[in-house]
């Protein structure tokens, strides 16, 4: 079983829906979860990231975990062209080793 | 400007020739990494230094080797490249005074080994 499962799409939405993307992972020690987005040709970059349970939101971005199902997810409101990219969720205990998902590429069609 | 600069973007080499990939940082981060990207498997990581003289094995180190020798820079180096390790390399840097360790990553190095 891999360390965080993500499902790599493609997802293909309208402009203006809600994107829901998710991840699962296994190790129950993992404690900040992140989300990285990135464009075609370019590095990640973070988008936003959380410790332990809850939501976070930015705007139009919030990133949700439950540590209880292991299940992490990012939400946008309102997308726009120019959130098609691929997301990556990433996951680590602290410090050291952090473990992505193989990412999710989204496109937002006008 | 913060960033981390890799060299070359990109590089078209042949089996068994050495090279080099090149990765720095100004932004006086102390953990520095590698990963390889590649479809279907994402990124993985080959190795990692927490700080300088101090580096560690990740997920793929075979065939790979690093160095530390100043804070800023993080080499990458392909003793003998095989037509496994084309794929596109990333260099990722943090502060490490966070628990999260959020990383800033490089624009990326697609490398093709014939």
């Known amino acids: 079983q891999k360390e965080v499962e993500q499902d790599p799409g493609p997802l293909s939405v309208p402009e203006g829906a809600i994107v829901s993307l998710n991840c699962t992972y296994s190790?129950?020690?993992?404690?900040?979860f992140m989300w990285y987005r990135q464009y075609s040709r370019k590095g990640p970059e973070l988008l936003m990231y959380t410790y332990s349970s809850g939501n976070k939101e930015d705007g139009r971005f919030t990133a949700q975990v439950d540590k209880s199902s292991k299940y992490i997810s990012l939400f946008i409101r309102d997308s726009q062209p120019s959130d098609s990219a691929t997301y990556l969720c990433a996951i680590t205990g602290g410090y050291q080793k952090v473990t992505f998902g193989i990412g999710t590429k989204l496109q937002v069609i006008p | 400007e913060a960033q981390v600069t890799q060299n070359p973007r990109y590089l078209i080499t042949v089996t068994g020739k050495k090279l080099t990939v090149t990765c720095s940082q100004n932004m006086n981060h102390e953990y520095m990494s590698w990963y390889r990207q590649d479809p279907g498997l994402g990124l993985r990581q080959i190795y990692y230094?927490?700080?300088?003289?101090?580096?560690d094995k990740g997920d793929v180190p075979e065939g790979y080797k690093v160095s530390r020798k100043e804070k800023r820079n993080f080499p990458l180096i392909l003793e003998s490249p095989s037509p496994n390790q084309t794929s596109l390399y990333f260099c990722a840097s943090s502060p490490q005074n966070s628990g999260a360790n959020v990383l800033t990553f490089g624009a990326g190095s697609r490398l093709t080994v014939l």
């Open positions: 190790n129950s020690a993992f404690q900040y």
């Open positions: 230094s927490m700080n300088v003289e101090v580096t």
